[in-house]
């Protein structure tokens, strides 16, 4: 049974790599019943997203000339 | 495109664009910002905007609105970014990226000792990305965040959430384990998320 520390280094790695099948399925058990880790997951995919966002130059945007 | 949809559309060039000082001012000030918080060397950031910018001057390209334009002028910042980091790995100093992993212990404080999230801790819902993205204020925020981590880790960081380096191509750049890269990416990743949720999700507490 992984408990939550170990879930949120499996977390952050699924960010690097393919978890593998033995790895998927106690940490898919655990995010099943743990609603911290599976905010912790929707944070990371967050952060990765808002870099995504922030690298393209979303932010400060101007309205258009009229 | 029909005729009407290319008179409605708003359409920038950008040579046009740059002839509007307010526009590039802007511009520059947020191209500056993203580079600086990525190298610390002023000198060589302003190499690479203006770079960016000659190159992006050269192109005939037209945009729907300014946001797209930047957009563009972004992308080719970033690959002015990228070929700089291959071409020199002083970027991240080893030693001190060194120092800043060593502490392993400094976010056990969030769990108890069976290694469950202290209730206090436990991490919150975010909401709609989208959302979020749309204030202004959070930008400010997310940097703020990004200064606040350890020099070194948040470099590792922006190669390979800003630029989009793999793992393994920065791994290899720093001569670090793999294991030890994971390591350093999982620990931006924690000191980050912690900055947001109590200066962004969470400002009352």
């Known amino acids: 049974m992984l408990n939550c520390k170990q879930v949120t280094r499996l977390l952050s790695e699924a960010q690097e790599r393919d978890l593998q099948f033995k790895e998927k399925i106690p940490l898919k058990l655990h995010l099943m019943m743990c609603a911290g880790c599976d905010n912790f997951r929707k944070q990371i995919d967050f952060l990765r997203q808002a870099c995504y966002e922030y690298a393209k130059g979303k932010p400060k945007s101007w309205p258009d000339p009229s | ?205």
């Open chain 2, 1 to 205: 495109m029909s005729v009407a949809n290319n008179l409605s559309a708003r359409v920038d060039d950008l040579p046009q664009s740059l002839r509007d000082e307010k526009f590039l001012a802007q511009l520059h000030h947020d191209m500056l910002r993203f580079v600086e918080l990525q190298l610390q060397d002023r000198v060589t950031a302003e190499d690479l905007v203006q770079e960016a910018l000659v190159a992006a001057m050269s192109g005939q390209e037209h945009f729907s609105g300014r946001a797209a334009l930047k957009t563009w002028v972004f992308a080719i910042l970033k690959n002015k970014i990228a070929d700089y980091l291959r071409q020199r790995q002083r970027v991240v100093d080893i030693a001190s990226l060194a120092r800043e992993t060593d502490d392993e212990a400094d976010f056990d404080i969030l769990f108890d000792h069976r290694g469950f999230w202290m209730p206090e801790d436990r991490p919150d819902r975010w909401g709609d990305p989208e959302a979020v993205f749309a204030q202004q204020q959070f930008w400010t925020i997310f940097e703020i965040c990004l200064t606040q981590l350890p020099e070194n880790t948040a470099r590792v960081f922006m190669m390979r959430e800003f630029i989009g380096f793999d793992t393994s191509e920065i791994c290899q750049e720093l001569s670090i384990t793999t294991s030890n890269c994971h390591v350093i990416l999982h620990r931006a990743r924690m000191g980050l998320r912690l900055c947001l949720e109590k200066r962004w999700f969470a400002p009352e507490d």
